[in-house]
């Protein structure tokens, strides 16, 4: 079967911005089901299932510890529809009980839907597909956060160094790695010394996705994303489908409107989301 592939920016909700006011290395600068993955690839004729599970750990100035887990189902077929499933879970004390979000892109259908289980709604909104000849996916190619710091060619800019890594296999997949590595000069954001931060993106040389993406970033600890449980073949058309029971609802608040929870992919609505990172 001829495969092609289109490199795009999967759902703005995807891209999470870093924690702490952070500007965000990529897609797993932020916390939550906001980082699963980040940018993809449209691609046909290369179906599979798995498990996206995305951890984050920062260590405090007391040694005291914050680990947080996410993790979400995805399918895509062989049309290249794309589907994920996540379990939102109110914060304690909210009274509301947890519940599912499952977007689908229908790329053959031209809709994206956001299924909401609480409400048995499915939002629904155009969906175009991407042109032939995208770029590079984007997971690689994000500006880090120092990026942001000191003027370009002055003294204080960043030195990011890129590596291609040799392919390997990751997670049972051969994959090809790419390696970021910024180093964020002494007193260009009022630091005393340097500060390094890495991120390293293996993606699928077969399913073009990431399968593991590690970011480490000393202000604000350590993510790691592993596509796991890959099973390369056609999943069951009916996940493409919105499921009887479901009022579709054209448009508003499941993509972005008022009250809605951020469109596909963003995770939690605004009333289920906990409080914001302070700023620094």
């Given at each position: ?7 795009f920016?999967?759902l703005p909700?995807?891209?999470a911005?870093?924690p702490?006011?952070g500007?965000?290395f990529?897609?797993?600068a ?5 980082m699963?993955?980040?940018p993809?690839a449209?691609?046909?004729?290369a179906?599979?299932?798995?498990v ?5 750990q ?7 510890t914050?680990?947080?887990k996410?993790?979400?189902?995805v399918?895509r ?8 499933e996540e379990?939102?879970t109110?914060?304690a004390g909210?009274?509301?009980q947890?519940?599912?979000l499952?977007t689908i892109?229908?790329?053959v ?5 956001l299924?909401?289980s609480?409400?048995?709604t499915a939002?629904?909104?155009p969906?175009?597909t991407?042109k032939?000849g995208?770029g ?10 120092g990026?942001r710091a000191?003027?370009a ?5 960043p030195?990011?160094?890129?590596n291609?890594?040799a392919a390997?296999s990751?997670?049972g997949?051969m994959a090809t790695g790419t ?6 000069p002494?007193g260009?954001?009022?630091n005393e010394?340097?500060?390094q ?8 040389n077969d399913?073009k996705?990431?399968v593991?993406?590690r970011s ?8 790691t994303?592993?596509?796991?449980n890959?099973v390369?073949?056609?999943?069951s058309p009916?996940?493409?489908?919105v499921?009887a029971?479901?009022?579709?609802q054209s448009?508003?608040r499941?993509f972005?409107g008022p ?6 992919g963003g ?12 700023q620094?």
């Open positions: 079967m001829k495969k092609s592939v289109v490199f920016a999967l909700g995807l891209m911005q870093g702490r006011g500007g965000g990529g897609p797993m932020g916390r939550g089901p906001g699963f993955g980040g993809q449209y691609v046909t004729g179906p599979y299932s798995g996206e599970v995305v951890q984050s920062e260590v405090l100035a007391d040694g005291n914050i680990t947080t996410h993790q979400r189902s399918s077929d062989g049309q290249g529809r794309l589907r994920t379990t939102v109110p914060p909210s009274g509301k947890a519940y599912t499952v892109l229908d790329y259908g031209g809709n994206r839907y299924l909401d609480s409400t048995m939002y629904q909104s969906l175009h991407p032939q995208g590079n996916g984007g997971a690689i190619g994000r500006r880090p956060p990026g000191g003027a060619g002055t003294a204080n800019s030195q990011v160094a890129r291609v890594l390997q990751v997670n997949l390696q970021h590595v910024e180093t964020i002494a260009s954001i009022g010394r340097p500060i931060v890495s991120r390293t993106v293996w993606i699928s399913l996705v990431p593991q993406i480490s970033d000393p202000r604000f600890g350590t993510t994303m592993e596509l796991t890959v390369q073949s056609e999943p009916s996940l493409f489908m499921p029971g479901y009022t579709v448009g508003g499941g972005g009250g809605g929870p951020g469109g596909p995770g939690q609505r605004p009333q289920d989301r906990g409080p914001r990172p302070r620094q």
